[in-house]
C-alpha cells in the first residue's frame, strides 16, 4: 500500500527556520496537505495543494514540492509551534487518502 | 463560514454498532466529497474513507482494516454525513473525524468512540 514517510521529530531553536519533509512515490502528481496539531484537538490546514496557506496561517508557513518529496517550512519557529504535523496526499491509484505518521518539532 | 459538527460518539461493546453524523452548513453539500479520518490514542491519523459527491456519483469507498464493517452515506436533504460501524473491534477505538476535501479541508471537532467490554 501507498506511505508517506516522515521523521518522527525535528528539532530547531526559536527564530531557526524548521522544515519537515514527507516523501511519496505519487507526490509529483498528487497535492500534498500539510496538518498541524496541538494535543487533545482537532488537526489544522496549515498548507493545501503543496504552497498555498488558508486565511488565518501565519506567512511563516510554507510548503514546496518536487518530485517524491514535499517540504513544510516554518521560518522563524516560535514556541508555540512545538507540536504535531503530519503531511497528507491521495494515492493515485486508489484515490484513497493517505497520511504520513506525523513528525513532532521541538522548539527549545 | 463552513461548519462541520458532529455528534453520535460513545462508548460500545466489541461487536455491537454506532452511527456517527456530521452537519454540514457553509457551503453546498451536494457538491462536496466527504471523508472519515480516525485517531487512535496516541497514534497518528487514518483514512477511514469517502464519498464522492452527490454530481460526481456518490460512490464510496473504505480503508482495509474497516471495509465490509463500515458504511458511509449522505443526506443531501439535511446536509448531513453519516458513519454507520458494524461489527466493532477494540482497535476501532478512537476519534473520528468528518472532513470536507478539496481545495481547503474543513474539520469537524472530533467524536470519541470506545469500543470495550
Known amino acids: 500500500s501507498y506511505e508517506l514517510t516522515q521523521p518522527p521529530s525535528v528539532s530547531v531553536s526559536p527564530g531557526q527556520t524548521a522544515r519537515i519533509t514527507c516523501s511519496g512515490d505519487d507526490l509529483a502528481k498528487k497535492y500534498v496537505y500539510w496538518y498541524q496539531q496541538k494535543s487533545g484537538q482537532a488537526p489544522v490546514l496549515v498548507i493545501y495543494?503543496?504552497?498555498k496557506r488558508p486565511s488565518g496561517i501565519p506567512e511563516r508557513f510554507s510548503g514546496s514540492s518536487s518530485g517524491t518529496m514535499a517540504t513544510l517550512t516554518i521560518s522563524g519557529a516560535q514556541v508555540e509551534d512545538e507540536v504535531d504535523y503530519y503531511c497528507c496526499s491521495t494515492d493515485s491509484s486508489t484515490d484513497h487518502w493517505v497520511f504520513g505518521g506525523g513528525t513532532k518539532l521541538t522548539v527549545l | 463560514e463552513v461548519q462541520l459538527v458532529q455528534s453520535g460518539g460513545g462508548l460500545v461493546k466489541p461487536g455491537g454498532s454506532l452511527r456517527l453524523s456530521c452537519a454540514a452548513s457553509g457551503f453546498i453539500f451536494s457538491n462536496a466529497w466527504m471523508t472519515w479520518v480516525r485517531q487512535a490514542p496516541g497514534k497518528g491519523l487514518e483514512w477511514v474513507g469517502h464519498i464522492k459527491s452527490k454530481t460526481d456519483g456518490g460512490s464510496t469507498d473504505y480503508a482495509a482494516p474497516v471495509k465490509g464493517r463500515f458504511t458511509i452515506s449522505r443526506d443531501e436533504s439535511k446536509n448531513t454525513l453519516y458513519l454507520q460501524m458494524n461489527s466493532l473491534k477494540t482497535e476501532d477505538t478512537a476519534v473520528y473525524y468528518c472532513t470536507k476535501v478539496g481545495g481547503i479541508h474543513y474539520w469537524g471537532q472530533g467524536s470519541l468512540v470506545t469500543v470495550s467490554s
Open positions: 495543494e503543496d504552497n
